[in-house]
């Protein structure tokens, strides 16, 4: 069975949410100023020092879909967890 969330911990998942929206617009805005302002050349440094983030997020969703699809965590969550 799965747990129950309680109010506090969805408001929280939302919060976190809302924040990580308000950062990601910010960063985008901030780029794209920054593209603008300083022109071609930055966008060879936003690919360089681009391409670790994106390896980085690359990882961290193999992680978590491997987590959703693996049997064991499955049956812990089921049947042990309780």
């Known amino acids: 069975m799965r747990e129950k969330q ?3 911990t ?3 998942y939302a919060l976190i949410g809302a924040g990580a929206l ?8 901030t780029l794209v100023a ?6 071609p050349l930055s966008l060879l ?5 681009g391409l ?4 980085v997020g ?3 969703i193999k992680v978590i879909r491997d987590r959703m699809n693996d049997p064991e965590d499955r049956h812990y969550s089921n049947d042990i967890h309780d």
């Not at 950062?23 to 805005?29: R, T």
């Not at 440094?45 to 020092?49: E, M, Q, R, S, T």
């Not at 670790?52 to 390896?55: A, F, L, M, Q, S």
């Open 6 to 8: 309680d109010g506090l």
């Open 10 to 12: 969805l408001l929280a």
């Open 22 to 29: 308000i950062y990601g617009v910010g960063v985008l805005a």
């Open 34 to 39: 920054g593209i603008v302002i300083a022109g």
């Open 45 to 49: 440094a936003i690919g360089v020092l």
């Open 52 to 55: 670790p983030v994106i390896g």
């Open 58 to 60: 690359i990882l961290l």
